[in-house]
């Protein structure tokens, strides 16, 4: 029985995301909160025949009480990416709403779990994580920033070139961050052995990595995932939710490598190296990561490892540019 707001509720991501929650049947309470066409969006949802309760909150005078006493925050609130925009363009516009969003949240339900899927991620989780560090909340163990979709992709993506696989239980982890190079798939890890030849694993690689260009081009200036993602966000939340009571439940996730994190020494060694934040396959349990699942090194090929190095040197920039961002705003 959750309580779960979800801000930017009105947007591409945003409508479809809080139609999946409110037909999550744990969630008893879904606030939707954002500055525009929300008391439509809820109406229209509230009517949906499960047993949630549907409220609509319009615009920052709004925004504390959208975020009081909840369980979990979901945040799909900002610009997405145009033809030509790389995640990192958004940064300038997203990293601001963010950070407003996560203080409401720090100040009026400082132990939610918080899922952000504002991009972009590597840089607004860490953002993230400074605003909490700031109001004396910060939780590592409940702060996620959604890689899901990456996660969705590859196992989508496999299914196109092996027509035995199933893409609804193949499992491959995804690890590093969330946009271009900073994503990988470890092909080699999958749940079903693979055993891709190396072209094979190069061009899976590149185009899981580069995905959500697809889906911008076909856009053609209207935007980005947002159907996709909102299946992504709601199988996220749904895995926390029932992690929450009491399931275990495994999914690749952008999260702080804390020094309690248990496993997080493990991925330092795979080549997260300093990072603070890496995305890995997390544990999840009822106070939210409960440890890192472990990869075992001598698993890891050689063209994984050397995209942990890249991703590693580009994640490192990305984080610094949150950081700096929470701590000079
Ligand atoms: P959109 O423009 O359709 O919707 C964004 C919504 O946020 C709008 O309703 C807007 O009014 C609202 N918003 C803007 N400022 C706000 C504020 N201060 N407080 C509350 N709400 C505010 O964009 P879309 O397509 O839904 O994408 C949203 C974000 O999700 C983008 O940053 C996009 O890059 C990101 N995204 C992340 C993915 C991931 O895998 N993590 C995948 C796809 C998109």
């Given at each position: 029985m959750v309580s779960v707001a979800i801000l930017g509720a009105a947007g591409g991501i945003g409508q479809p995301l809080s139609l999946l929650m409110k037909l999550n049947t744990s969630v008893t309470k879904l606030n939707l909160y954002d500055i525009v066409n929300v008391p439509g969006v809820a109406a229209d949802i509230s009517h949906v025949a499960t047993n949630a309760q549907v409220k609509s909150y319009l615009g920052p005078k709004e925004l504390d009480e959208a975020v009081s006493g909840i369980d979990l925050a979901i945040i799909p609130a900002g610009v997405p990416r145009k033809p030509g925009m790389t995640r990192d363009d958004l940064f300038k516009i997203n990293a601001g709403i963010v950070k407003t969003l996560?203080?409401?949240i720090a100040s009026n339900s400082p132990r939610a779990m918080i899922a952000i899927i504002s991009n972009p991620v590597n840089s607004t989780v860490p953002i993230a994580a400074e605003v909490l560090k700031a109001k004396g909340v910060f939780n590592p163990k409940r702060l996620f920033g959604v890689t899901t979709l990456d996660v969705v992709r590859a196992s989508r993506f496999v299914r196109d070139i092996r027509s035995d696989i199933d893409a609804t239980t193949l499992r491959v982890p995804v690890v590093g961050g969330h946009s271009g190079n900073t994503i990988v798939p470890l092909l080699s890890m999958a749940s079903t052995?693979?055993?891709?030849?190396?072209?094979?694993?190069?061009e899976l690689t590149q185009r899981i990595q580069f995905g959500g260009d697809e889906v911008v081009k076909a856009k053609d200036g209207a935007g980005s995932a947002t159907l996709s993602m909102a299946y992504a966000g709601a199988r996220f939340a749904?895995?926390?939710i029932r992690a929450m009571s009491g399931e275990t439940v495994?999914?690749?996730t952008f999260i702080a490598l804390a020094a309690d994190v248990e496993g997080a020494n493990q991925i330092r060694e795979l080549g997260a190296g300093e990072l603070d934040f890496f995305a890995v396959p997390v544990e999840l349990g009822k106070e939210g990561v409960r440890r890192i699942v472990p990869l075992p090194a001598e698993s890891i090929?050689?063209?994984?490892?050397?995209?942990i190095a890249v991703a590693s040197d580009a994640l490192a920039v990305n984080i610094s540019t949150g950081v700096s961002f929470a701590k000079s705003a």
């Open positions: 996560v203080e409401a052995p693979l055993e891709f030849d190396i072209k094979t694993i190069e749904d895995s926390l495994v999914e690749p090929t050689e063209f994984e490892r050397k995209a």
